[in-house]
């Protein structure tokens, strides 16, 4: 049911149709409730919290992914090619406890979360994870003291955590119908003011360009490798993998399956499409019934099922890490804006 209800308001919020023109009047309501919210942190009411180095926000005002993860993970690898020693906050989506947690590449996604395991593994920084991200960036600056510069991969609305910049990110759906929770996708208004804006698609036309706002920067997700679950080091070009024959499955619990199901397609594979819910557990065997020779993951799902044992030994289940791919000036701004932060 939830499932239904999920992909029903999906559809409706790309275009103004009964049902969102049905919930219009109380996204008003959501919107002006935000609205104050915002106005009460810029104008000192409600408090933020400042860490003493250059905090990045990563966000987005779609609900649901856009790709914040790879983002996250580029713009670490260009922080500390510029010489920054860069560490990352998140909430940890589905994770326990309250108290700020560290997070490994051995840790647990239902303990942290599975983003913040995936950023763990592929950027190579200290991660913490905590509900109150200024908490979070307090507890890693006092574990890891060589951080200068904070990534915080999602919070764009947690101001309780004061930011030096913000990067807004969105994808091909752009701003949906532009309306606000539940009429339509947006957390927040299209015209939220931040420092950069990303669009995460293989084109941005200038209809996309001027519904988000600004003038975005593009980012494609690239992969082109597949990787055994059971040994990563076990790797298999993907235009390899459409030769070889037999019946394909592609597996998404990501928020956009279809980003990830059209990548694939793009590499030449063949294959049935099995979506998932955005942080799927896997805990059902979602594959113990499925007649496919090869499986293919994304990273996030991979986290989660290397933590299960039926799946971890499953030899149909193949991994296809992605990096983010976006123009070098933005990291180049981004560098600057840290570099001229007044440290407390």
């Known amino acids: 049911m939830a499932g239904t209800l999920e992909s029903t308001l999906t559809r409706a919020w790309l275009h103004r149709g009964p049902l969102a023109c049905a919930l219009y009047p109380v996204s008003l309501l959501f919107r002006a409730l935000a609205g104050v919210r915002a106005l009460l942190y810029r104008t000192g009411v409600l408090k933020s919290g400042r860490l003493p180095v250059p905090v990045v926000v990563v966000g987005n005002i779609f609900i649901g992914g856009t790709g914040k993860t790879p983002l996250t993970i580029w713009l670490v690898e260009q922080l500390r090619a510029a010489g920054f020693t860069p560490g990352v906050i998140s909430r940890g989506f589905g994770g326990k406890g309250s108290a700020p947690r560290p997070v490994t590449p051995l840790s647990t996604p239902s303990d942290v979360g599975d ?30 003291p060589q951080v200068d510069v904070i990534v915080t991969d999602d919070g764009l609305q ?6 030096d910049v913000e990067v807004v990110l969105f994808d091909g759906r752009g701003v949906g119908n532009g309306w606000t929770l539940p009429a339509g996708p947006l957390r927040e208004p299209p015209a939220r003011r931040r420092d950069f804006t ?16 600004g003038a975005p920067y593009r980012m494609t997700l690239a992969g082109d490798v597949a990787e055994r679950l059971a040994d990563r080091r076990e790797r298999m070009p993907l235009a390899q993998l459409a030769q070889r024959g037999g019946k394909i499955v592609a597996a998404a619990g990501i928020g956009n399956p279809g980003r990830f199901f059209r990548m694939l ?7 049935a499409e099995l979506p998932l819910p955005d942080h799927h557990d896997f805990l059902d065997r979602p594959f113990a019934q499925l007649d ?17 044992e039926e799946l971890r030994n499953d030899p149909r289940l193949w991994v296809v890490p992605v990096s983010a791919r976006i123009d070098a000036a933005l990291a180049a701004h981004i560098v600057e804006k840290c570099r001229g932060r007044t440290f407390a």
């Open 198 to 213: 990303v669009v995460n698609a293989t084109e941005i036309t200038p209809a996309l360009a001027a519904s988000v706002g």
């Open 158 to 163: 947690h101001y309780a955590l004061a930011r």
């Open 265 to 271: 397609a793009g590499a030449g594979l063949a294959f």
């Open 115 to 144: 983003e913040p395991v995936l950023i763990a593994t592929r950027a190579g920084c200290p991660v913490f994870v905590c509900r109150d991200r200024h908490e979070a960036g307090r507890a890693l600056l006092a574990a890891h």
């Open 292 to 308: 496919a020779d090869l499986i293919l993951l994304t990273e996030k799902d991979a986290v989660k099922c290397a933590h299960i």
